[in-house]
C-alpha cells in the first residue's frame, strides 16, 4: 500500500512539472445524481515541455467552385499563415482541382528564399476546373513524416468533390484508415455552399477540427485563426485511458495534439462522484515519450453548468456519427436519434431530428 501511495505521489509530482489540469463537474439530478465532467489541459509553465518544431502542409482547393473572389481571399489566408511559421518549421504548399499541383515537392524551411516562391505560387493560384478532394489527401499522405515533429495539414475547401472519390462517406473512411492518425486534419470552409459533413468528420476522426465562415471576407481571419492556435505544439502523438471511469463515456476517443495557445479539453459521463479515479495521458515530447497520471477527484471538481452536459452529448453525437459512417447500421442510426431526443439536439447532417429536453 505504502508503494502504490509513493508511486501515485511521484507520479503526480511529475504532472504538475508537465500540464496544468482543470475539471469541472456537473451533477445531474435528474439522471440519479449522473455526474458529467470536463478536463481542460493545458501544458505547466514556460519551462516544461518545451514548444516542436513542426511541419506544416497547406491544401488549398483552387476549383472552379472556389469562385474567384473566395479563392483571393484564400490566398490573403495563406499569406498570414506563412507569416506565423516558425524558423524550424517545415512546410509545403499544394493548390488542388482535379490534379495537385505543388509548391516545392517537399517541405522546406521557412527561409526568405522559399517563402518568396511560395508567395509567387500562392499569386498564381486560378479557381478552374473540377474538385478532386481525396486526391489532394493522397498528396498530404506521401509526404514523408519525422517521428519528433508533428505533421499538421491545414485543408481549406469548399469540401464539394466533383471527381476521383465524391462519396463524402467515402473519403472520410479511405483517408481515415489510410492515416492511422499520423496526420492532424484541420480544415476550414468558407462562404455559404460548404460540405460541413466532410470537412466535421474528416478533421474530428484525425487528430483535428474544423471552422466554417459564411462571410467570404472572413476567411483571411478564420485561416490565421488556425495558424495560430497550431503555432506552437509541446506534445503529440496523445492517448488516454481511465480508472474509475468508463472510457467509452469520455469523448473525444482521438485527441488532437496539445498546443500551447489551443488546450486539449475532454468530456465525460460518470454514473457517480464518489469513489478513487485516476487519468492517464501519454504523448511525445520530441525524441521523449511523455507518460503522466494524475489523480481525479469528481466530487472536489469545480461547478460545472447544464451546458457541460450538452458539450458532452454534442461529442457523443459526432462519435455516433463517425461509427454510423463507418458501418451504416439501421439500428446504430436509430440509436443515435434515440439519443438525440434525450438530450434535446437536432442531429446535423440530415440524420435525424430531436424534441426539445423537458
Keep these: 500500500a505504502a508503494d502504490a501511495e509513493d508511486a501515485l505521489a511521484a507520479s503526480n509530482r511529475a504532472v504538475d512539472a508537465y500540464l ?95 517563402r518568396a516562391q511560395a508567395l ?96 467570404e471576407a472572413a476567411i483571411p481571419s478564420g485561416m490565421e485563426r488556425w495558424a495560430v492556435a497550431l503555432a506552437r505544439p509541446v506534445l503529440t502523438d496523445l492517448r488516454y485511458r481511465f480508472t474509475g471511469v468508463d472510457t467509452a463515456d469520455v469523448y473525444p476517443r482521438t485527441l488532437t495534439h496539445l498546443y500551447l495557445d489551443r488546450p486539449l479539453v475532454l468530456y465525460g459521463r460518470a454514473t457517480r462522484a464518489a469513489g478513487p479515479a485516476a487519468f492517464q495521458i501519454v504523448g511525445r515530447s520530441g525524441a521523449h515519450e511523455r507518460d503522466l497520471v494524475f489523480p481525479l477527484d469528481l466530487g472536489a471538481a469545480k461547478p460545472g453548468g447544464a451546458d457541460l452536459r450538452l458539450r458532452w452529448a454534442w461529442h457523443r453525437v459526432y462519435q455516433a456519427i463517425g461509427e454510423y459512417n463507418e458501418h451504416p447500421d439501421p439500428a446504430v442510426l436509430q440509436e443515435l436519434r434515440a439519443f438525440a431526443d434525450r438530450y434535446g439536439l437536432v442531429v446535423p447532417y440530415g440524420f435525424g431530428s430531436a424534441v426539445p429536453r423537458e
Design 20 to 114: 496544468d489540469l482543470d475539471v469541472r463537474a456537473f451533477r445531474a439530478d435528474d439522471e440519479d445524481g449522473a455526474v458529467y465532467f470536463e478536463l481542460n489541459i493545458r501544458r505547466h509553465g514556460e519551462s516544461s515541455l518545451p514548444v516542436l518544431a513542426k511541419d506544416v502542409l497547406l491544401l488549398q482547393d483552387c476549383s472552379e467552385s472556389m469562385t474567384p473572389s473566395k479563392l483571393a481571399e484564400c490566398k490573403r489566408g495563406l499569406r498570414r499563415w506563412l507569416d506565423l511559421l516558425g524558423p524550424d518549421d517545415r512546410f509545403e504548399i499544394i493548390g488542388f482541382r482535379e490534379s495537385v499541383v505543388r509548391c516545392f515537392d517537399g517541405l522546406r524551411p521557412p527561409t526568405k528564399a522559399h
Design 120 to 215: 509567387e505560387f500562392i499569386d498564381e493560384l486560378r479557381a478552374v476546373g473540377n474538385t478532386d478532394v481525396y486526391g489532394s489527401l493522397q498528396a498530404a499522405l506521401s509526404l514523408p513524416r519525422e517521428p519528433d515533429r508533428p505533421l499538421i495539414v491545414a485543408l481549406v475547401t469548399d469540401g464539394r468533390p466533383t471527381t476521383g472519390v465524391t462519396g463524402s462517406s467515402d473519403i472520410i473512411e479511405r483517408f481515415t484508415r489510410e492515416n492511422g492518425n499520423a496526420i492532424s486534419m484541420f480544415a476550414m470552409g468558407g462562404g455559404r455552399k460548404v460540405n460541413r459533413f466532410l470537412l466535421d468528420l474528416l478533421s474530428y476522426r484525425n487528430r483535428g477540427d474544423s471552422i466554417v465562415v459564411e462571410d
